[in-house]
């Protein structure tokens, strides 16, 4: 079956820091692969996606590429604020049905002033 | 546009009592999806219900759980003689295509 295994936390920068959180995955065929990010209290919201082998996905700052050969999609930010402080969880679907998808456990990041 | 509406955001319920869920999908949307977030985990995929239909329920547990998704109103995760172990946060979404839309789901707490 489907599998995401993400970078444990919790993650603690200093502002203007850069950010990796690593996201690893297994399935079968070829995945749509996907960053939401969940702030405190809220529900989750589409960070960025990637439909395809060797696409990149960005947003706000954010990016990851959808890297077949090593199965994963790491996120990346240059940069990183204090309101990027949350959770983020790396998931996958199948091209077929966009909304089952299989979630990571989550990576927190605090971002400190 | 509205986004996913989930309802209450917060429920309280006594041990044995029933639970009661609601997602209004995005508008157009025909697709939805429940998933259940246990503290300090992820999601896990409960169920997915098109109108009227269940298409998928393999994460649902097999006992005191049911949904539906009427061909009017709202979607309804139902959960009956609620325990503890129930308490978690529960989000709904809707597709239509790539990607999914939560809402900002409903956090059960059991006592």
């Known amino acids: 079956g489907n599998s995401v295994t993400q970078m444990e936390g919790p993650v603690t920068l200093s502002e203007e820091a850069f950010l990796t959180i690593n996201c690893t995955y297994t399935a079968t065929g070829y995945p749509s692969l996907f960053w939401y990010v969940q702030y405190p209290g809220e529900g989750l919201q589409l960070l960025l996606k990637a439909t395809k082998a060797d696409d990149k996905g960005s947003n706000k700052g954010f990016e990851a590429t959808y890297r077949k050969e090593t199965t994963s999609f790491h996120l990346e930010k240059g940069s990183v604020q204090v309101s990027d402080s949350a959770v983020y969880f790396c998931?996958?679907?199948?091209?077929?049905?966009?909304?089952?998808?299989?979630f990571g456990d989550g990576t927190t990041l605090t971002v400190k002033p | 546009n509205a986004g996913v509406m989930q309802n209450p955001r917060h429920l309280v319920r006594r041990r044995g009592q029933e639970a009661r869920l609601r997602c209004s999908p995005m508008k157009g949307h025909s697709h939805v999806y429940w998933y259940r977030q246990l503290p300090e985990e992820g999601l896990k995929f409960m169920v997915y219900?098109?109108?009227?239909?269940?298409?998928?329920e393999s994460g649902m547990p097999k006992e005191r759980f049911s949904a539906e998704f009427p061909k009017e109103g709202p979607s309804i995760l139902r959960i009956q003689q609620v325990v503890r172990g129930d308490s978690a946060a529960y989000f709904c979404?809707?597709?239509?295509?790539?990607?999914?839309?939560f809402g900002q789901g409903t956090r059960l707490t059991v006592v």
């Open positions: 998931a996958l679907s199948d091209a077929t049905n966009a909304g089952k998808s299989t």
């Open positions: 219900l098109q109108k009227e239909n269940i298409i998928d």
């Open positions: 979404a809707s597709s239509e295509g790539q990607g999914a839309f």
